[in-house]
Each structure stands twice: as C-alpha cells, then as structure tokens.
C-alpha cells in the first residue's frame, strides 16, 4: 500500500508538471525564443523534473513493479491524449519521443532492479536519459536555435552524467555516464536518444555487474 500512495504522489506530482507547469512557463519561453525552442525546452523541464524526479524516488519503493507499471500508464496517457488533444506547449506532432522516454524508463527500471536484482542498473541509466539529455538539449538550444546535434551538448551532457554516475556507482557509473553523453550523439528515426542512452547505458553496467 505504501508503494500504491508513492505511487499516487509522484503521479499528482508529474501531471502538475505535465499539464499545469510547463504550460505556465511556454509563455515567457515562446515569446522569448518562439514556439518550437519553447516546446523543446518545457520537454527538458519535463525530463528533469518528472523523469528525473521519479528515478531518485526508485530506491523508496518495496520493488519495481509499481515504478515501471506507473511509467507505462503514463506513457499510455501521452499516447492517447496525443492522439486527439495535442499538449502543444510540449508535445510535437513530428514525433512521439516524450512517450518513448516513458517506455524507456519503465524498461530499465525493470530490467535494472526485477530482473538483475539491484535498483541502480535502471536508476542511472533513466537518470542519465533525464537529468544528462536535458543538459545536451538545453545548451543546444541556446547555441543553436533548434534541435540538432553537437558536441557541445555532449559534453554539457558528460558534465552532468559522470557525476551522477559516479555518485550511484563509482568509477563503473561516471564510465557509463561518459559511454551514455557519446551515444547520445546517435539517432536513428523513429528510434531516438530516449531509447539508445538508457538501452546502451543499461547493457553497459549490466555486463560489469555481472563480471
């Protein structure tokens, strides 16, 4: 039961985030920088603070269950809700990647602590996706006007993943962080950044834990 009221918390917690936040703060954002940059900046807004957010509260529930059964109910309501209300102060309608960062994080949180038994090996992984990415996506934004890739925002995105994975895992998490902000550069439509920095991120501390 107290994994169901966490549960319901974080929920409350993503939707505020979700619906209410960033549509307060595509406002200032578009009128400052325009519609799309503003989409582009409420979607690390949304990364940071549901996705990351959700990923430090991991290590409080009894198991993954709850987490990666959450996730994908959330990813099953931006599927839906996409399909006939657009969220157009975040969501674009060229892609659906805020539903497969969803997926991606339920995955690994799954694959990380149900199947290899130890909650770090999701956790880490969707923290990089949310808390790294947003870091390569911000400096991008700022540097070039839109969505593209560069190494700047890689190495804003190592600057921020090593750490964190040094903190989760020591010397193994802040390599893992360095594999995650290199992999980052790689896209290959429709399969994303949301689904390739956890994935390799993921197989990466899951072949050393298990050496």
Excluded at 38 to 48: E, G, L, Q, S
Excluded at 185 to 209: C, Q, W, Y
Aim: aromatic residues 14%; proline residues 5%; contains cysteine.
């Amino acid at each position: 039961m107290t994994d169901i009221w966490l549960a319901l918390a974080l929920g409350a917690w993503i939707l505020f985030v979700v619906l209410a936040l960033t549509r307060w703060t595509y406002g200032p954002l578009a009128a400052r920088f325009g519609h799309m940059r503003a989409v582009y900046f409420n979607r690390k807004i949304i990364h940071v603070l549901a996705g990351g957010v959700a990923a430090v509260c991991v290590p409080c529930f009894s198991s993954w269950v709850v987490p990666t059964a959450s996730a994908l109910v959330l990813a099953a309501f931006l599927y839906l809700v996409r399909r006939r209300w657009l969220l157009w102060w975040f969501q674009d309608p060229d892609n659906m990647y805020e539903v497969s960062f969803a997926i991606a994080w339920g995955v690994v949180v799954a694959l990380g602590w149900g199947l290899l038994g130890d909650w770090r090996l999701g956790v880490v992984p969707a923290l990089f996706m949310a808390v790294g990415d947003s870091a390569t996506g911000v400096v991008r934004n700022l540097l070039f006007k839109r969505r593209t890739k560069h190494w700047a925002g890689n190495v804003a995105m190592a600057a921020v993943s090593l750490p964190i994975g040094w903190f989760y895992m020591g010397p193994i998490g802040a390599v893992a962080g360095l594999l995650a902000s290199l992999v980052e550069r790689l896209e290959f439509p429709p399969i994303d950044d949301n689904v390739l920095v956890p994935l390799t991120s993921f197989l990466f501390l899951a072949a050393a834990s298990l050496l």
